[in-house]
């Protein structure tokens, strides 16, 4: 995918794990227990230059119609229509809240979407969702918002959606969301030379963000990363207006142990 290509500075060793030095004073590391006090309402936030931002490839509306009941039958029944039940939700301060609607959406568009974003990637994504009165954006529209994919279920056989759960996410919200975390630098790793194993730890971290600056993705470089050093939770470079909602000395990867002397030498 196009938006993964990045060249980034090289990672420097400090302590038994590795820290991110930037000479940008807004691209600093966001600990835990941080204060949300970067993150102003009432003034517009926008991506940091050199940060992953949202590839506009992938910009595209959602149709909706309303549902007025849930079940299982009716679940069944929309399903079979080629429709995936779903909802909307509000949220404020990353608490999931009220203001819930049924709607079902396009099966097909879910389902491309999901297969060419990855499932990850997906639930990382603003979209503008739109419902209408009749299906195919006819009729009479009922509700327009930008919202954040909080859910999907996925058969567990063909990988077909079964509900998806959205969040409305106007500017003004500050959202829960797992970010999906992208490796980068296996090829010059010093510690990959060296025979070392690279032992991923955590494909996600939890971030407190601002809707209008979500970050598709997270960068870690592993270019500098050397056998026996680690790569935490706190090390992760992010927008200063993210709050990290884990505990900033998790592991997210690490570089351990060493192939045997004969695994070394064969071919």
């Not at 030095?21 to 006090?37: E, G, K, R």
């Not at 506009?56 to 679940?75: C, D, F, M, V």
């Not at 077909?160 to 797992?178: E, H, W």
Request: glycine share 6%; hydrophobic share 40%.
């Amino acid at each position: 995918m196009s938006i993964l290509r990045r060249t980034h500075q090289p990672l420097l060793s400090l302590r038994h794990h590795l820290r991110y030095l930037s000479t940008a004073t807004a691209a600093v590391s966001v600990p835990s227990d941080s204060p949300s006090h970067f993150f102003d309402p009432l003034q517009p936030l926008d991506y940091l230059p050199g940060f992953p931002r949202p590839d506009p490839k992938y910009n595209e509306k959602i149709l909706a119609i309303p549902r007025t009941i849930s079940g299982k039958n009716i679940a069944a029944k929309e399903r079979k229509a080629g429709r995936v039940p779903a909802i909307v939700f509000e949220q404020e301060n990353g608490q999931q809240g009220g203001n819930k609607r049924l709607i079902s959406v396009d099966a097909k568009q879910i389902r491309k979407l999901v297969d060419h974003l990855g499932r990850s990637l997906f639930l990382s994504r603003l979209f503008e969702l739109e419902v209408w009165s009749e299906f195919a954006g006819s009729g009479e529209l009922v509700e327009k918002v930008r919202v954040l994919p909080r859910l999907v279920h996925l058969h567990a056989g063909n990988d077909a959606p079964l509900n998806v759960t959205f969040l409305r996410a106007p500017s003004s919200a500050l959202l829960k969301v797992d970010v999906p975390l992208v490796f980068r630098g296996e090829d010059t790793s010093p510690g990959l030379k060296k025979g070392s194993y690279f032992n991923t730890v955590k494909r996600t971290a939890k971030f407190l963000c601002p809707a209008d600056i979500i970050p598709p993705y997270i960068d870690v470089d592993i270019s500098g990363l050397d056998a026996g050093q680690k790569i935490v939770l706190g090390d992760l470079k992010v927008h200063p207006a993210l709050k990290l909602l884990q505990s900033p000395e998790q592991p997210v990867c690490s570089m351990v142990g060493a192939r045997a002397p004969e695994q070394k030498r064969s071919k």
